[in-house]
Protein backbone atom coordinates (compact mmCIF):
# COMPACT_ATOMS: atom_id res chain seq x y z
CA UNK A 1 0.00 0.00 0.00
CA UNK A 2 1.21 3.48 -0.98
CA UNK A 3 0.62 6.77 1.11
CA UNK A 4 2.58 9.58 0.59
CA UNK A 5 4.72 10.86 3.34
CA UNK A 6 2.66 13.75 5.14
CA UNK A 7 4.16 16.66 6.46
CA UNK A 8 3.12 18.60 10.07
CA UNK A 9 0.43 21.62 9.37
CA UNK A 10 2.91 23.37 12.13
CA UNK A 11 5.62 23.13 9.35
CA UNK A 12 3.73 25.26 7.22
CA UNK A 13 3.91 28.47 9.11
CA UNK A 14 7.28 29.83 8.27
CA UNK A 15 6.78 29.23 4.59
CA UNK A 16 4.00 31.44 5.11
CA UNK A 17 5.64 33.84 6.88
CA UNK A 18 7.78 33.93 4.31
CA UNK A 19 5.38 34.22 1.56
CA UNK A 20 3.79 36.66 2.78
CA UNK A 21 6.76 38.94 3.53
CA UNK A 22 7.79 38.19 -0.22
CA UNK A 23 4.18 39.29 -2.09
CA UNK A 24 3.59 42.17 0.19
CA UNK A 25 5.69 44.80 -1.51
CA UNK A 26 3.85 43.53 -5.06
CA UNK A 27 -0.16 43.34 -3.54
CA UNK A 28 -1.44 46.85 -4.54
CA UNK A 29 0.36 46.79 -7.86
CA UNK A 30 -1.22 43.58 -8.63
CA UNK A 31 -4.39 44.52 -7.56
CA UNK A 32 -4.59 47.13 -9.96
CA UNK A 33 -2.63 45.28 -13.12
CA UNK A 34 -3.97 41.86 -13.25
CA UNK A 35 -7.54 42.18 -14.30
CA UNK A 36 -6.36 43.08 -17.96
CA UNK A 37 -3.77 40.26 -17.87
CA UNK A 38 -5.96 37.50 -16.74
CA UNK A 39 -8.76 38.30 -19.10
CA UNK A 40 -5.93 38.08 -21.93
CA UNK A 41 -4.39 34.27 -20.34
CA UNK A 42 -8.33 33.56 -19.91
CA UNK A 43 -8.83 34.57 -23.56
CA UNK A 44 -5.65 32.61 -25.05
CA UNK A 45 -6.30 29.50 -22.35
CA UNK A 46 -9.75 28.31 -23.81
CA UNK A 47 -8.50 27.96 -27.47
CA UNK A 48 -5.78 25.61 -26.30
CA UNK A 49 -7.86 23.72 -24.05
CA UNK A 50 -10.39 23.33 -27.05
CA UNK A 51 -7.73 22.11 -28.99
CA UNK A 52 -6.79 19.29 -26.59
CA UNK A 53 -7.57 15.83 -27.63
CA UNK A 54 -8.25 13.35 -24.72
CA UNK A 55 -4.65 11.91 -24.17
CA UNK A 56 -1.66 13.23 -21.94
CA UNK A 57 -1.62 16.90 -21.98
CA UNK A 58 0.94 19.61 -20.70
CA UNK A 59 -1.90 22.29 -18.82
CA UNK A 60 -0.97 25.90 -20.59
CA UNK A 61 1.64 27.38 -17.75
CA UNK A 62 0.69 31.05 -18.99
CA UNK A 63 -1.52 31.87 -15.73
CA UNK A 64 0.63 31.84 -13.11
CA UNK A 65 0.00 31.19 -9.54
CA UNK A 66 0.35 34.66 -8.41
CA UNK A 67 -2.32 35.69 -10.97
CA UNK A 68 -5.09 33.36 -9.43
CA UNK A 69 -4.64 34.94 -6.11
CA UNK A 70 -4.77 38.01 -7.62
CA UNK A 71 -7.27 36.98 -9.82
CA UNK A 72 -9.70 36.28 -6.60
CA UNK A 73 -9.37 39.65 -5.37
CA UNK A 74 -10.73 41.49 -7.99
CA UNK A 75 -13.55 39.82 -7.69
CA UNK A 76 -14.26 40.45 -3.82
CA UNK A 77 -11.76 37.78 -2.05
CA UNK A 78 -8.67 39.66 -0.76
CA UNK A 79 -5.23 38.94 -1.17
CA UNK A 80 -4.90 39.04 2.80
CA UNK A 81 -6.90 36.07 2.63
CA UNK A 82 -4.75 34.46 0.29
CA UNK A 83 -2.12 34.59 2.83
CA UNK A 84 -4.27 34.00 5.98
CA UNK A 85 -5.88 30.67 3.89
CA UNK A 86 -2.52 29.54 3.70
CA UNK A 87 -1.70 30.08 7.44
CA UNK A 88 -2.86 26.71 9.12
CA UNK A 89 -6.40 25.40 10.59
CA UNK A 90 -9.04 27.80 10.60
CA UNK A 91 -11.60 28.56 13.66
CA UNK A 92 -15.07 27.41 13.38
CA UNK A 93 -16.25 31.29 11.95
CA UNK A 94 -14.09 30.47 8.60
CA UNK A 95 -11.09 32.08 9.86
CA UNK A 96 -7.79 30.78 10.05
CA UNK A 97 -6.70 30.58 13.28
CA UNK A 98 -2.96 32.05 12.42
CA UNK A 99 -4.63 35.40 11.42
CA UNK A 100 -2.74 36.60 14.45
CA UNK A 101 0.41 36.35 13.22
CA UNK A 102 -0.94 37.43 9.55
CA UNK A 103 -3.45 39.65 10.00
CA UNK A 104 -5.22 41.30 6.84
CA UNK A 105 -4.11 44.72 7.33
CA UNK A 106 -0.47 43.82 6.59
CA UNK A 107 0.48 47.59 7.15
CA UNK A 108 -0.34 47.68 11.31
CA UNK A 109 0.70 46.16 14.38
CA UNK A 110 -1.26 44.43 17.03
CA UNK A 111 -2.82 41.52 17.60
CA UNK A 112 -5.68 39.79 15.68
CA UNK A 113 -8.84 38.94 18.37
CA UNK A 114 -11.30 39.84 15.21
CA UNK A 115 -12.97 42.29 17.46
CA UNK A 116 -14.21 39.63 19.94
CA UNK A 117 -12.13 41.76 22.88
CA UNK A 118 -11.24 44.99 21.38
CA UNK A 119 -10.64 46.46 25.13
CA UNK A 120 -7.82 44.56 25.26
CA UNK A 121 -4.76 45.77 28.11
CA UNK A 122 -2.71 47.26 25.47
CA UNK A 123 -5.33 48.91 23.94
CA UNK A 124 -6.29 50.49 27.47
CA UNK A 125 -3.18 51.58 27.27
CA UNK A 126 -2.81 53.34 24.28
CA UNK A 127 -0.93 51.06 22.18
CA UNK A 128 -1.74 49.17 18.99
CA UNK A 129 -5.44 47.90 18.32
CA UNK A 130 -6.00 45.14 16.96
CA UNK A 131 -5.54 44.39 13.50
CA UNK A 132 -8.60 43.54 11.34
CA UNK A 133 -9.87 40.15 10.36
CA UNK A 134 -9.40 38.91 6.79
CA UNK A 135 -12.75 38.64 4.76
CA UNK A 136 -14.77 35.70 5.63
CA UNK A 137 -13.77 32.32 3.83
CA UNK A 138 -17.04 31.26 2.64
CA UNK A 139 -17.66 34.56 1.05
CA UNK A 140 -18.18 33.26 -2.35
CA UNK A 141 -21.27 32.14 -1.11
CA UNK A 142 -23.01 35.26 -1.38
CA UNK A 143 -22.82 38.83 0.42
CA UNK A 144 -19.84 41.16 -1.05
CA UNK A 145 -19.75 38.69 -4.03
CA UNK A 146 -23.22 38.83 -4.91
CA UNK A 147 -22.81 40.97 -7.80
CA UNK A 148 -20.30 38.25 -9.65
CA UNK A 149 -21.24 36.46 -12.99
CA UNK A 150 -23.53 33.20 -12.88
CA UNK A 151 -22.19 30.03 -12.19
CA UNK A 152 -20.19 27.87 -14.94
CA UNK A 153 -22.33 25.89 -17.42
CA UNK A 154 -22.39 22.53 -17.69
CA UNK A 155 -21.12 22.50 -21.77
CA UNK A 156 -18.15 24.97 -20.79
CA UNK A 157 -17.07 23.01 -18.07
CA UNK A 158 -16.73 19.90 -20.31
CA UNK A 159 -15.05 21.69 -22.40
CA UNK A 160 -12.27 22.13 -20.12
CA UNK A 161 -12.36 19.38 -17.53
CA UNK A 162 -13.25 16.62 -19.98
CA UNK A 163 -9.77 16.68 -21.47
CA UNK A 164 -8.19 16.79 -18.37
CA UNK A 165 -9.80 13.48 -16.98
CA UNK A 166 -8.92 11.32 -20.27
CA UNK A 167 -5.05 11.70 -19.03
CA UNK A 168 -4.43 7.92 -19.32
CA UNK A 169 -2.51 8.86 -15.78
CA UNK A 170 -5.86 8.74 -14.51
CA UNK A 171 -6.23 4.93 -15.20
CA UNK A 172 -9.14 2.96 -16.78
CA UNK A 173 -11.88 4.41 -14.51
CA UNK A 174 -12.84 7.92 -12.99
CA UNK A 175 -15.45 9.77 -12.39
CA UNK A 176 -15.88 13.58 -11.16
CA UNK A 177 -18.46 16.04 -10.05
CA UNK A 178 -18.77 20.05 -9.59
CA UNK A 179 -21.36 21.89 -7.86
CA UNK A 180 -22.07 25.36 -7.06
CA UNK A 181 -21.77 25.45 -3.58
CA UNK A 182 -24.21 28.65 -3.12
CA UNK A 183 -27.24 26.75 -4.87
CA UNK A 184 -25.94 23.03 -4.53
CA UNK A 185 -26.54 22.53 -8.02
CA UNK A 186 -24.41 20.41 -10.30
CA UNK A 187 -22.77 21.89 -12.88
CA UNK A 188 -20.50 18.83 -14.46
CA UNK A 189 -20.58 15.06 -14.01
CA UNK A 190 -19.40 12.57 -15.16
CA UNK A 191 -19.99 8.65 -13.17
CA UNK A 192 -20.98 10.96 -10.78
CA UNK A 193 -23.46 8.59 -8.66
CA UNK A 194 -20.65 5.58 -9.57
CA UNK A 195 -19.20 4.26 -6.48
CA UNK A 196 -15.64 4.04 -6.46
CA UNK A 197 -12.92 3.30 -3.64
CA UNK A 198 -12.04 6.70 -2.04
CA UNK A 199 -9.48 5.73 -0.13
CA UNK A 200 -8.34 8.92 2.75
CA UNK A 201 -11.74 11.29 0.79
CA UNK A 202 -13.60 8.94 3.35
CA UNK A 203 -12.34 11.75 5.62
CA UNK A 204 -14.44 13.97 4.58
CA UNK A 205 -17.28 11.97 5.60
CA UNK A 206 -16.53 10.84 8.80
CA UNK A 207 -15.93 14.41 9.96
CA UNK A 208 -19.49 15.11 8.67
CA UNK A 209 -20.73 12.31 10.39
CA UNK A 210 -18.67 13.71 13.82
CA UNK A 211 -19.54 16.89 14.02
CA UNK A 212 -23.18 16.84 13.06
CA UNK A 213 -23.20 13.80 16.19
CA UNK A 214 -21.11 14.98 19.00
CA UNK A 215 -20.83 19.28 17.91
CA UNK A 216 -17.83 21.39 17.03
CA UNK A 217 -17.16 21.74 21.27
CA UNK A 218 -17.25 18.31 22.19
CA UNK A 219 -13.78 17.39 23.38
CA UNK A 220 -12.44 13.96 24.45
CA UNK A 221 -11.46 13.71 28.01
CA UNK A 222 -8.83 11.34 29.65
CA UNK A 223 -9.03 10.96 33.61
CA UNK A 224 -7.21 9.22 36.39
CA UNK A 225 -9.40 7.68 38.90
CA UNK A 226 -8.36 6.76 42.60
CA UNK A 227 -10.81 3.27 43.45
CA UNK A 228 -11.45 3.50 47.34
CA UNK A 229 -9.57 1.39 49.74
CA UNK A 230 -7.43 -0.69 47.38
CA UNK A 231 -4.68 2.44 46.18
CA UNK A 232 -5.88 1.59 42.45
CA UNK A 233 -5.22 4.27 40.34
CA UNK A 234 -6.72 3.92 36.99
CA UNK A 235 -5.75 5.75 34.08
CA UNK A 236 -9.10 6.19 31.75
CA UNK A 237 -9.02 6.62 28.14
CA UNK A 238 -11.47 8.97 26.48
CA UNK A 239 -10.39 8.42 23.26
CA UNK A 240 -8.35 10.96 22.79
CA UNK A 241 -5.30 10.09 20.19
CA UNK A 242 -3.76 13.55 20.54
CA UNK A 243 -3.12 13.13 23.70
CA UNK A 244 0.51 13.77 24.49
CA UNK A 245 3.50 13.01 26.22
CA UNK A 246 5.76 15.55 24.47
CA UNK A 247 7.25 18.74 26.49
CA UNK A 248 5.53 20.97 24.91
CA UNK A 249 1.89 20.12 24.34
CA UNK A 250 1.15 22.73 21.69
CA UNK A 251 -2.35 23.06 22.78
CA UNK A 252 -3.08 19.35 23.20
CA UNK A 253 -3.76 17.86 26.01
CA UNK A 254 -1.01 17.08 27.88
CA UNK A 255 -0.25 13.09 29.61
CA UNK A 256 2.32 15.22 31.71
CA UNK A 257 0.07 17.70 33.28
CA UNK A 258 -2.49 14.77 34.05
CA UNK A 259 0.42 13.09 36.01
CA UNK A 260 1.22 16.67 37.70
CA UNK A 261 -2.28 17.06 38.96
CA UNK A 262 -2.64 13.34 39.94
CA UNK A 263 0.53 13.09 42.09
CA UNK A 264 -0.61 16.28 43.87
CA UNK A 265 -4.01 14.59 44.15
CA UNK A 266 -2.31 11.48 45.55
CA UNK A 267 -0.32 13.62 47.75
CA UNK A 268 -2.80 15.83 49.61
CA UNK A 269 -4.26 12.17 50.68
CA UNK A 270 -1.07 11.10 51.69
CA UNK A 271 -0.72 8.50 49.67
CA UNK A 272 3.10 7.64 47.38
CA UNK A 273 2.15 4.61 46.59
CA UNK A 274 -0.45 3.23 44.12
CA UNK A 275 -1.33 -0.34 41.62
CA UNK A 276 -1.62 1.41 38.22
CA UNK A 277 -4.02 0.42 36.14
CA UNK A 278 -5.56 1.49 32.50
CA UNK A 279 -9.15 1.11 31.31
CA UNK A 280 -10.03 0.98 27.57
CA UNK A 281 -13.33 0.12 27.84
CA UNK A 282 -14.79 3.02 25.90
CA UNK A 283 -13.97 1.36 22.44
CA UNK A 284 -15.05 -2.37 21.34
CA UNK A 285 -14.03 -5.23 19.07
CA UNK A 286 -10.79 -5.72 17.16
CA UNK A 287 -7.66 -2.83 17.54
CA UNK A 288 -6.05 -3.84 14.55
CA UNK A 289 -7.40 -2.50 11.04
CA UNK A 290 -8.52 -4.75 8.52
CA UNK A 291 -5.10 -3.92 6.60
CA UNK A 292 -3.06 -5.18 9.79
CA UNK A 293 -0.10 -3.72 11.27
CA UNK A 294 0.49 -0.54 9.40
CA UNK A 295 2.77 2.47 9.57
CA UNK A 296 -0.40 4.68 8.19
CA UNK A 297 -2.48 3.30 11.88
CA UNK A 298 -1.74 2.54 15.15
CA UNK A 299 -3.90 -0.39 17.09
CA UNK A 300 -6.90 1.48 18.17
CA UNK A 301 -7.35 2.18 21.32
CA UNK A 302 -9.08 4.07 23.77
CA UNK A 303 -5.92 5.57 25.74
CA UNK A 304 -2.97 6.34 23.64
CA UNK A 305 -0.53 8.70 23.38
CA UNK A 306 1.18 10.29 20.39
CA UNK A 307 -0.59 7.81 18.48
CA UNK A 308 1.53 5.12 19.70
CA UNK A 309 4.35 6.89 17.38
CA UNK A 310 8.21 5.35 17.70
CA UNK A 311 9.25 8.93 17.52
CA UNK A 312 8.79 12.79 18.45
CA UNK A 313 6.53 13.13 15.13
CA UNK A 314 3.07 14.33 14.61
CA UNK A 315 1.57 13.28 11.20
CA UNK A 316 2.55 10.84 8.75
CA UNK A 317 3.71 7.05 8.55
CA UNK A 318 5.75 5.57 11.39
CA UNK A 319 6.44 2.36 13.19
CA UNK A 320 4.09 2.15 15.87
CA UNK A 321 3.94 0.55 19.43
CA UNK A 322 2.15 -2.50 19.46
CA UNK A 323 -0.03 -1.67 22.66
CA UNK A 324 -0.77 2.25 22.91
CA UNK A 325 -2.31 1.78 26.27
CA UNK A 326 0.45 -0.24 27.82
CA UNK A 327 2.84 2.14 26.36
CA UNK A 328 0.45 5.35 27.50
CA UNK A 329 0.12 3.98 30.88
CA UNK A 330 3.72 3.09 31.46
CA UNK A 331 4.61 6.65 30.10
CA UNK A 332 2.20 7.95 32.87
CA UNK A 333 3.62 5.77 35.63
CA UNK A 334 7.19 7.38 35.02
CA UNK A 335 6.17 11.27 34.84
CA UNK A 336 4.39 9.81 38.18
CA UNK A 337 7.88 8.69 39.59
CA UNK A 338 9.20 11.91 38.89
CA UNK A 339 6.89 13.49 41.79
CA UNK A 340 7.87 10.37 44.06
CA UNK A 341 4.52 8.32 43.23
CA UNK A 342 5.73 4.81 43.09
CA UNK A 343 3.52 2.85 41.08
CA UNK A 344 3.27 -0.58 39.80
CA UNK A 345 4.00 -2.26 36.38
CA UNK A 346 0.18 -1.29 34.63
CA UNK A 347 -2.31 -3.79 33.58
CA UNK A 348 -5.81 -3.33 32.42
CA UNK A 349 -8.66 -3.02 34.29
CA UNK A 350 -12.13 -0.65 34.25
CA UNK A 351 -12.86 1.87 36.49
CA UNK A 352 -15.58 1.20 38.62
CA UNK A 353 -18.78 4.11 39.70
CA UNK A 354 -17.17 4.41 43.50
CA UNK A 355 -13.70 5.31 42.12
CA UNK A 356 -12.87 9.19 42.56
CA UNK A 357 -11.97 11.19 39.70
CA UNK A 358 -8.51 12.59 41.05
CA UNK A 359 -7.37 14.97 37.70
CA UNK A 360 -8.62 15.06 34.09
CA UNK A 361 -7.24 16.73 30.65
CA UNK A 362 -9.37 17.11 27.91
CA UNK A 363 -8.88 17.64 23.91
CA UNK A 364 -9.09 20.80 21.95
CA UNK A 365 -12.60 20.76 20.72
CA UNK A 366 -13.71 18.21 17.84
CA UNK A 367 -13.62 21.37 15.41
CA UNK A 368 -9.48 21.22 16.13
CA UNK A 369 -9.60 17.71 16.07
CA UNK A 370 -11.55 18.02 12.80
CA UNK A 371 -9.29 20.28 11.11
CA UNK A 372 -6.04 18.33 11.86
CA UNK A 373 -7.41 14.96 10.67
CA UNK A 374 -8.01 16.78 7.41
CA UNK A 375 -5.04 18.37 7.17
CA UNK A 376 -2.67 15.94 8.21
CA UNK A 377 -4.57 13.23 6.44
CA UNK A 378 -4.27 11.24 10.42
CA UNK A 379 -5.61 8.33 10.02
CA UNK A 380 -5.59 7.40 13.70
CA UNK A 381 -8.04 10.72 14.63
CA UNK A 382 -10.59 9.21 11.42
CA UNK A 383 -11.00 5.99 13.07
CA UNK A 384 -11.20 7.52 17.00
CA UNK A 385 -13.54 9.88 15.19
CA UNK A 386 -16.00 6.72 13.37
CA UNK A 387 -15.94 5.06 17.57
CA UNK A 388 -16.20 8.48 19.15
CA UNK A 389 -19.82 9.02 16.49
CA UNK A 390 -20.88 5.32 17.33
CA UNK A 391 -20.51 5.73 21.07
CA UNK A 392 -22.65 8.62 21.31
CA UNK A 393 -25.14 6.69 19.31
CA UNK A 394 -25.28 4.14 20.89
CA UNK A 395 -23.61 1.85 18.76
CA UNK A 396 -20.82 -0.21 19.37
CA UNK A 397 -17.44 1.50 19.06
CA UNK A 398 -15.68 -0.49 16.94
CA UNK A 399 -14.62 -0.28 12.62
CA UNK A 400 -18.35 -1.86 12.16
CA UNK A 401 -20.17 0.38 14.71
CA UNK A 402 -17.85 3.33 13.51
CA UNK A 403 -19.23 2.71 9.82
CA UNK A 404 -22.51 2.06 10.77
CA UNK A 405 -23.01 5.40 12.37
CA UNK A 406 -21.41 7.10 9.97
CA UNK A 407 -23.96 6.28 7.63
CA UNK A 408 -26.42 7.34 10.34
CA UNK A 409 -25.43 10.46 10.65
CA UNK A 410 -25.12 10.93 6.77
CA UNK A 411 -28.70 9.53 6.29
CA UNK A 412 -29.84 11.84 8.89
CA UNK A 413 -28.50 14.83 6.97
CA UNK A 414 -30.08 13.22 3.75
CA UNK A 415 -27.36 13.22 1.82
CA UNK A 416 -26.88 10.98 -1.14
CA UNK A 417 -25.93 7.74 -0.06
CA UNK A 418 -26.89 5.60 -2.62
CA UNK A 419 -24.30 3.09 -3.76
CA UNK A 420 -21.98 4.48 -0.09
CA UNK A 421 -20.44 1.36 1.59
CA UNK A 422 -18.96 2.42 4.84
CA UNK A 423 -15.93 0.09 6.70
CA UNK A 424 -13.92 2.35 8.53
CA UNK A 425 -13.03 6.06 9.61
CA UNK A 426 -10.10 6.56 7.39
CA UNK A 427 -10.47 5.43 4.07
CA UNK A 428 -7.69 2.82 4.22
CA UNK A 429 -10.20 -0.17 4.00
CA UNK A 430 -10.18 -0.81 0.15
CA UNK A 431 -13.53 -2.04 0.08
CA UNK A 432 -15.41 1.22 1.17
CA UNK A 433 -17.21 2.87 -1.47
CA UNK A 434 -18.55 6.26 -2.39
CA UNK A 435 -19.65 8.39 -5.20
CA UNK A 436 -18.54 12.29 -6.52
CA UNK A 437 -21.88 13.01 -5.92
CA UNK A 438 -22.00 12.50 -2.24
CA UNK A 439 -18.32 13.89 -1.72
CA UNK A 440 -20.04 17.08 -3.45
CA UNK A 441 -22.72 17.03 -1.17
CA UNK A 442 -20.97 16.59 1.96
CA UNK A 443 -19.15 19.89 0.66
CA UNK A 444 -22.23 21.67 0.18
CA UNK A 445 -23.71 20.82 3.16
CA UNK A 446 -20.84 21.74 5.04
CA UNK A 447 -21.13 25.45 3.36
CA UNK A 448 -24.78 25.36 4.24
CA UNK A 449 -25.46 28.58 6.96
CA UNK A 450 -27.86 26.13 8.61
CA UNK A 451 -25.25 23.85 9.77
CA UNK A 452 -22.43 25.87 11.17
CA UNK A 453 -21.06 23.01 13.11
CA UNK A 454 -19.94 21.69 9.48
CA UNK A 455 -17.71 24.51 8.94
CA UNK A 456 -14.35 22.95 10.30
CA UNK A 457 -15.05 20.47 7.14
CA UNK A 458 -14.12 23.08 4.91
CA UNK A 459 -11.69 25.32 7.10
CA UNK A 460 -9.10 21.88 7.81
CA UNK A 461 -9.25 21.16 3.82
CA UNK A 462 -5.36 20.62 2.58
CA UNK A 463 -4.44 24.14 1.22
CA UNK A 464 -2.84 23.93 -2.18
CA UNK A 465 1.22 24.57 -1.88
CA UNK A 466 1.00 25.28 1.80
CA UNK A 467 0.00 22.91 3.85
CA UNK A 468 -0.65 19.07 5.42
CA UNK A 469 -0.93 16.64 2.20
CA UNK A 470 -0.88 19.59 -0.54
CA UNK A 471 2.39 21.11 0.78
CA UNK A 472 4.41 19.70 -1.90
CA UNK A 473 2.20 20.10 -4.65
CA UNK A 474 0.80 22.57 -7.10
CA UNK A 475 3.92 24.51 -7.12
CA UNK A 476 3.34 25.61 -10.35
CA UNK A 477 -0.04 26.16 -10.40
CA UNK A 478 -3.51 27.43 -8.28
CA UNK A 479 -1.11 27.22 -4.88
CA UNK A 480 -3.22 28.90 -2.19
CA UNK A 481 -6.51 28.86 -4.12
CA UNK A 482 -7.54 24.75 -4.68
CA UNK A 483 -7.85 23.40 -1.17
CA UNK A 484 -8.59 19.32 -1.05
CA UNK A 485 -8.86 16.59 0.71
CA UNK A 486 -6.24 13.95 -0.92
CA UNK A 487 -6.33 9.91 -1.28
CA UNK A 488 -4.20 7.77 -1.97
CA UNK A 489 -3.96 3.91 -1.84
CA UNK A 490 -1.72 1.66 -4.47
CA UNK A 491 -3.99 2.05 -7.63
CA UNK A 492 -6.42 4.81 -6.46
CA UNK A 493 -6.04 8.27 -6.08
CA UNK A 494 -8.80 10.52 -5.29
CA UNK A 495 -9.00 14.61 -4.72
CA UNK A 496 -12.42 16.49 -2.99
CA UNK A 497 -12.46 19.91 -2.05
CA UNK A 498 -13.63 23.07 -2.96
CA UNK A 499 -12.23 25.96 -5.17
CA UNK A 500 -13.33 29.70 -6.18
CA UNK A 501 -13.22 29.95 -9.74
CA UNK A 502 -12.35 33.10 -11.84
CA UNK A 503 -16.18 34.28 -12.09
CA UNK A 504 -15.88 34.22 -8.22
CA UNK A 505 -17.99 31.44 -7.28
CA UNK A 506 -17.51 28.86 -4.52
CA UNK A 507 -17.02 25.78 -6.38
CA UNK A 508 -17.60 21.84 -4.62
CA UNK A 509 -15.50 18.96 -6.69
CA UNK A 510 -14.70 15.47 -6.32
CA UNK A 511 -12.19 13.90 -8.69
CA UNK A 512 -11.92 10.04 -8.32
CA UNK A 513 -9.81 7.62 -10.33
CA UNK A 514 -9.06 3.60 -9.76
CA UNK A 515 -6.71 1.21 -11.82
CA UNK A 516 -3.87 4.21 -11.71
CA UNK A 517 -0.43 2.81 -12.24
CA UNK A 518 1.97 6.17 -11.25
CA UNK A 519 0.71 7.78 -8.40
CA UNK A 520 2.74 10.65 -8.59
CA UNK A 521 1.58 11.00 -12.21
CA UNK A 522 -2.18 10.20 -11.20
CA UNK A 523 -1.57 13.36 -8.24
CA UNK A 524 -0.56 15.89 -10.75
CA UNK A 525 -3.39 14.94 -13.25
CA UNK A 526 -5.90 15.37 -10.74
CA UNK A 527 -4.02 18.63 -9.97
CA UNK A 528 -4.00 19.79 -13.71
CA UNK A 529 -7.82 19.39 -13.29
CA UNK A 530 -8.51 21.31 -10.12
CA UNK A 531 -6.10 24.23 -11.28
CA UNK A 532 -7.97 24.13 -14.52
CA UNK A 533 -11.79 24.87 -12.47
CA UNK A 534 -9.52 27.50 -10.38
CA UNK A 535 -8.52 29.34 -13.81
CA UNK A 536 -11.97 28.60 -15.33
CA UNK A 537 -14.59 31.37 -16.34
CA UNK A 538 -16.45 28.88 -17.73
CA UNK A 539 -20.15 30.75 -18.13
Sequence with gaps: ????????????????VRAANAVRPRLARAAQAVRPKLERAAAATKPQLARV????????????????????????????VAVAT??????????????????????????????????????????????????????????????????????????????????????TRHTAAVVDVATGRRLYGTGADTAMTPASVTKIATAVAA?????????????????????????????????????????????????????????????????????????????????????????????????????????GPVERVTDPAADAARTFGSFLAGHGIRTTSPGPSKAT?????????????????VERMLTNSDNDIAEALARQTAAAVGQPASFDGGASAIAGALRKLQLPLQGAQFHDGSGLDRDDRLTADLLTALLVKAGDPAHPELRPVLTGLPVAGFTGTLTS???????????????????????????????????????????????????????????????????
Design 1 to 16: MFVPELRPWRAARPRV
Design 86 to 171: AAGPWDSTGQRTAEADRAAALDRTGGADHGRNPDTSDSAAGGPRPAPSAAAVLTGLGGAMSTVKSAPTGPALSGVLDPLLQDAALG
Design 473 to 539: RYTGGAAGVVRAKTGTLTGVNTLAGTVVDQDGRLLAFAFLASNTTNAPQAQSALDRTATALAACGCS
Design 53 to 80: RPTRISWPKTVRTWQYTAGAATVGVTLA
Design 211 to 315: LSTLGADHRLTTRAALEPDTKELVLVGGGDPTLTAHQDAEGWASLRDLADRTAAALKKRGITEVTLSYDTTLYAGPALHPIGVNVNLAPVSALMADEGRTDDSTS
Design 353 to 369: TRAENLAAVSSPPLSSL
